[in-house]
């Protein structure tokens, strides 16, 4: 894997009540909703629309790995902030590095791994040129 450690990209959401548990805070799993949206808002801000990757390139990013530090609860009506980072890039990978935070405060901690594969067959491919290119230059 090359070095990467590219530009923060950020995407707000707002915590809704049916992301909320019993106890009025985020449901741990909802965390990993938001952060898989702030990816996808990550790659549509290069210009790559999930569905051209997938249609056209033939490709889709799988998750592969994450780990996850949680720091201190979300509630409801906050309006959270997912930074997401490329730290690394390879062949048929990538590792993110994001964060949940509310006011500038952390609240999640993740690094995720993920895998780049055939959209027909699900097996590991290379990322496209283009795509890494594009992905490495921010």
């Excluded at 909703?33 to 808002?41: C, G, L």
């Excluded at 997912?82 to 964060?99: A, D, I, N, P, R």
């Amino acid at each position: 894997m090359a070095a990467v450690m590219s530009e923060q990209h950020g995407w707000q959401v707002r915590v809704y009540y049916e992301d909320t548990d019993s106890g009025g805070v985020v449901y741990h799993s909802n965390y990993l909703n938001f952060m898989e949206r702030a990816r996808t808002e990550w790659l549509r801000a290069l210009g790559f629309e999930q569905t051209y990757l997938k249609d056209t390139l033939n490709i889709i990013f799988v998750v592969h790995s994450m780990t996850l530090g949680f720091k201190r609860p979300a509630k409801f009506n906050d309006l959270l902030v997912v930074t997401s980072e490329l730290e690394k890039s390879g062949y048929g990978s990538l590792v993110f590095s994001q964060k949940i935070t509310l006011d500038g405060q952390p609240l999640v901690q993740a690094q995720v791994k993920l895998a780049c594969v055939n959209a027909l067959t699900f097996k590991p491919t290379v990322i496209p040129k283009s795509v890494l290119l594009k992905m490495e230059s921010v």
